[in-house]
């Protein structure tokens, strides 16, 4: 059996170093390659490294490109797949090392941008939502006003008609005005602070599952991946319920009569929040084969009064977003046709 070879100095660096033959197979791997490509020394030892690592089709050209030429060369942002685990977006430099015979080794060093990336992206969702917020506290002040005296003015006039025919028209103006007012108090979202009790967040989400599948028919299938580990925490149990709920129904909408959810739990750890970083953070994911979210809509999707369905309201994602934040979380999006994922990030506080 190979053993691998023990190089101190490499294994120290931070950034990830892989060593491969003249046939890509795997001579060496240091420990931050092993920790970010979640592969075992011992048993990728020998192997080819696509099998170990699923590798963007552009990025085997390159490889095969300084074989051939001996050329090394860099890339940025480039997705790579781990065996059982999510992609990452990392960026990589390739260095051959030729003899008179050829290449014989290639040397690959991976910096993982996923973490600045997403860090960046969350940054700009909470800047985003603070925005639509202050927004929509301002439009909300000018509509109320005058919508309290067209109220008012209904009001006095029905208490002035004598024809109870014309005093219908007067209860539409009043019956009307209300619905806009509730419909202002949901657009800014919860006004009180969130109520703090001990959860487990499985009994949350299946209390939301088993909801969304009374309404759904035999032919949706919805699944659970859920992570036993997780321990109780310091949660809001209604909003959290509210948040799921929508995530859900909106994923139960989305697939139509026939397909399948899936709800999947881990932890996570040193994970960034809006800046702050904490040491362990709940991720939920809610996934869905439907046909996806449209490349318009994605970036506007937490916005108020913007959906993807035709009788929808556009408030849902944009309420449960503010909910999140309220609980310093954030939810995440991303889709493609046949795999749409929201994502939930929620601190941990035992």
């Given amino acids: ?78 997705t790579i797949e781990r065996t059982g685990t999510d992609s990452i977006l990392v960026d990589c430099v390739i260095t051959p090392h030729a003899t008179d015979a050829g290449v014989e080794t290639l040397i690959i060093e991976f910096t993982s941008v996923d973490r600045h990336v997403r860090i960046a992206r969350d940054a700009a969702v909470q800047h985003q939502q603070e925005y639509v917020q202050t927004m929509l506290r301002g439009m909300a002040h000018e509509i109320k006003n005058p919508l309290g005296g067209i109220r008012g003015a209904a009001q006095l006039l029905a208490r002035e008609l004598s024809s109870k025919d014309l005093g219908e028209y007067t209860d539409v103006i009043i019956k009307e005005a209300d619905r806009l007012q509730v419909l202002i108090d949901r657009m800014l979202g919860p006004a009180s602070l969130p109520v703090s009790e001990l959860l487990n967040i499985h009994e949350v989400l299946e209390h939301v599952r088993k909801l969304v599948q009374a309404e759904a028919n035999s032919a949706i299938t919805l699944s659970i991946d859920y992570d036993p580990s997780i321990p109780e925490f310091a949660g809001d149990r209604d909003r959290l319920t509210q948040v799921f709920l929508n995530i859900l129904g909106n994923a139960h909408n989305a697939i139509g009569d026939k397909g399948e959810i899936l709800i999947k739990t881990r932890v996570i750890t040193s994970h960034t929040i809006g800046g702050i970083r904490h040491a362990l953070v709940i991720k939920t994911d809610i996934i869905d084969n439907g046909p996806g979210i449209s490349d318009s809509l994605i970036d506007s999707i937490f916005y108020p009064m913007v959906s993807g369905r035709q009788n929808g309201t556009g408030l849902g994602l944009s309420i449960a977003q503010s909910i999140m934040a309220q609980l310093g979380g954030l939810i995440e999006c991303s889709s493609k046709p046949g795999n749409t994922i929201f994502t939930t990030y929620l601190p941990l506080e035992l």
């Fill in 1 to 78: 059996m190979m053993t691998p070879a023990s190089h101190p100095l490499l294994d120290s660096l931070s950034t990830a170093t892989v060593q491969l033959d003249g046939h890509l197979a795997v001579q060496y791997t240091n420990t931050a390659a092993q920790q970010l490509l979640g592969i075992n020394a011992n048993v990728s030892l020998g192997k080819q490294f696509v099998q170990l690592v699923r590798l963007p089709d552009s990025l085997l050209l390159r490889l095969e490109e300084a074989q051939n030429t001996g050329q090394g060369f860099s890339d940025r942002h480039v």
